[in-house]
């Protein structure tokens, strides 16, 4: 990248949904901003983060590298909160500089190159420049043409050159890669997501952050009587994930045990959907101890027999705190499509022993009656096992 025409280098963020904000607006964009520096502080490159007129701007230190701007676009593209990140140069506010810098980022282009359409976009973020916006887009748009004989197309361009106009400088940068949408995490709390190694709950889990909440992950492994191999499917999971929020927890339950009184304790049909409920009595437990004010499933209606009305309606009985379902709605291949795209699906099809495997009845209960399920709460003294579980939780750190 040369210090020519161009201007500096710098990454210019469109902000989702957060522009509909009334009053609190600036608190979420500057949650939004935090988590944009949290985010870059991987790279080790002295950035600064600065908020313009709606939009977001990341200057890089003189002399940085195309690749360098490159790796921060990339990094924050996954930060939730943002629609559009775009490559951009800041040059002076001048239509000359504009102009340059406009030619010079089409001659550069591989569009260019296959003489594509093009159109050029300006916007003027502030009034006072010499030039509205639609001068300008043919000032420029003139001599793109002359320059490269590129043919103009307003309707369907394979190639646009933006021009923003703000208070300090002009934006001009060629295409841009989507962003996440959806809001900053944390501007929604804190919840627990129940992670099993399977394809749903990473997905529920990467939905709930879009929408603003910074998560942990508990999972339940069959410890002792399985292998560790579902640990270290959650733990590569939620390494996985954490590229959406940072600072991501793992806490395993030995559950194994657990399971094996609930299977000597009640009826075979209702084991699975007493298991779950005593899962959620148990993450109700490390919640309150974590702070987490809700509970995350990758439950989908109808999916399987523990995900009947009837089911749900007899999980959501055991426990005081809200249980999140965003998958509830969805087809499976919704959400293996969703998994694939979040890069989860291949590690949670990794084959494991999943601790539910141990209790598979021949024909599981698709209308649990809660006060079937209480009954084998009182016999398993279900209030005072889940504290015990929640004493012998383990922390995973990444
Ligand atoms: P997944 O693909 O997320 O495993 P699933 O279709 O296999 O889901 P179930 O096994 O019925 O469905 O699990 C429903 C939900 O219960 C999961 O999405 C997850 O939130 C929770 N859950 C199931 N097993 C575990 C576990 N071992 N540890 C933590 N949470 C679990
Ligand atoms: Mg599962």
Request: charged share 30%; net charge neutral.
């Given at each position: 990248?040369?210090?020519?025409?161009?201007?500096?280098?710098?990454?210019?963020?469109?902000?989702?949904?957060?522009?509909?904000?009334?009053?609190?607006?600036?608190?979420?964009?500057?949650?939004?901003?935090?988590?944009?520096?949290?985010?870059?502080?991987?790279?080790?490159?002295?950035?600064?983060?600065?908020?313009?007129?709606?939009?977001?701007?990341?200057?890089?230190?003189?002399?940085?590298?195309?690749?360098?701007?490159?790796?921060?676009?990339?990094?924050?593209?996954?930060?939730?909160?943002?629609?559009?990140?775009?490559?951009?140069?800041?040059?002076?506010?001048?239509?000359?500089?504009?102009?340059?810098?406009?030619?010079?980022?089409?001659?550069?282009?591989?569009?260019?190159?296959?003489?594509?359409?093009?159109?050029?976009?300006?916007?003027?973020?502030?009034?006072?420049?010499?030039?509205?916006?639609?001068?300008?887009?043919?000032?420029?748009?003139?001599?793109?043409?002359?320059?490269?004989?590129?043919?103009?197309?307003?309707?369907?361009?394979?190639?646009?050159?933006?021009?923003?106009?703000?208070?300090?400088?002009?934006?001009?940068?060629?295409?841009g890669i989507p962003g996440q949408g959806?809001?900053?995490?944390?501007?929604?709390?804190?919840?627990?997501?129940?992670?099993?190694?399977?394809?749903?709950?990473?997905?529920?889990?990467?939905?709930?952050?879009?929408?603003?909440?910074?998560?942990?992950?508990?999972?339940?492994?069959?410890?002792?009587?399985?292998?560790?191999?579902?640990?270290?499917?959650?733990?590569?999971?939620?390494?996985?994930?954490?590229?959406?929020?940072?600072?991501?927890?793992?806490?395993?339950?030995?559950?194994?045990?657990?399971?094996?009184?609930?299977?000597?304790?009640?009826?075979?049909?209702?084991?699975?959907?007493?298991?779950?409920?005593?899962?959620?009595k148990t993450a109700e437990e490390v919640?309150?101890?974590?702070?987490?004010?809700?509970?995350?499933?990758?439950?989908?209606?109808?999916?399987?027999?523990?995900?009947?009305?009837?089911?749900?309606?007899?999980?959501?009985?055991?426990?005081?705190?809200?249980?999140?379902?965003?998958?509830?709605?969805?087809?499976?291949?919704?959400?293996?499509?969703?998994?694939?795209?979040?890069?989860?699906?291949?590690?949670?099809?990794?084959?494991?022993?999943?601790?539910?495997?141990?209790?598979?009845?021949?024909?599981?209960?698709?209308?649990?009656?809660?006060?079937?399920?209480?009954?084998?709460?009182?016999?398993?003294?279900?209030?005072?096992?889940?504290?015990?579980?929640?004493?012998?939780?383990?922390?995973?750190?990444?």
């Amino acid at each position: 990248m040369t210090m020519s025409a161009l201007g500096e280098p710098c990454v210019l963020l469109k902000l989702g949904e957060i522009v509909l904000k009334g009053k609190n607006r600036e608190l979420f964009e500057r949650r939004l901003i935090a988590n944009i520096r949290d985010a870059l502080q991987s790279l080790d490159l002295k950035v600064d983060v600065r908020r313009r007129h709606g939009v977001i701007a990341i200057f890089l230190p003189e002399g940085a590298s195309a690749e360098q701007a490159a790796a921060v676009a990339e990094r924050v593209a996954d930060v939730p909160g943002l629609v559009w990140i775009h490559r951009a140069w800041r040059v002076a506010k001048d239509p000359d500089a504009v102009l340059k810098a406009g030619l010079e980022l089409v001659g550069e282009s591989e569009e260019a190159k296959r003489g594509a359409r093009f159109a050029v976009r300006s916007r003027r973020r502030d009034k006072r420049f010499p030039l509205r916006s639609n001068e300008l887009d043919r000032l420029v748009g003139g001599a793109i043409n002359d320059e490269y004989g590129l043919p103009v197309d307003l309707k369907n361009p394979e190639l646009t050159v933006s021009i923003e106009v703000d208070r300090d400088e002009v934006f001009v940068f060629t295409g841009g890669i989507p962003g996440q949408g959806g809001l900053p995490v944390g501007s929604s709390g804190r919840a627990l997501v129940l992670m099993s190694g399977g394809i749903d709950s990473p997905v529920a889990a990467y939905r709930m952050m879009r929408r603003g909440l910074h998560v942990d992950f508990l999972h339940f492994s069959g410890i002792p009587f399985t292998t560790s191999e579902s640990i270290y499917k959650a733990y590569a999971l939620v390494r996985k994930l954490d590229r959406f929020q940072g600072k991501s927890r793992l806490w395993v339950v030995p559950f194994g045990k657990a399971q094996q009184s609930i299977r000597t304790s009640g009826q075979d049909r209702l084991a699975v959907i007493a298991q779950r409920r005593l899962m959620l009595k148990t993450a109700e437990e490390v919640a309150h101890r974590i702070h987490a004010s809700a509970l995350i499933t990758g439950d989908a209606l109808g999916q399987v027999s523990s995900q009947t009305l009837a089911n749900i309606t007899a999980q959501d009985n055991a426990v005081d705190l809200p249980i999140l379902r965003p998958l509830v709605g969805w087809d499976k291949t919704e959400i293996m499509a969703e998994a694939r795209r979040i890069g989860t699906l291949e590690i949670s099809e990794l084959p494991d022993e999943d601790c539910c495997s141990l209790l598979a009845p021949k024909r599981a209960e698709t209308r649990a009656k809660i006060e079937d399920l209480k009954q084998i709460e009182k016999r398993l003294d279900a209030e005072e096992l889940c504290v015990q579980l929640a004493d012998s939780i383990q922390e995973y750190t990444l």
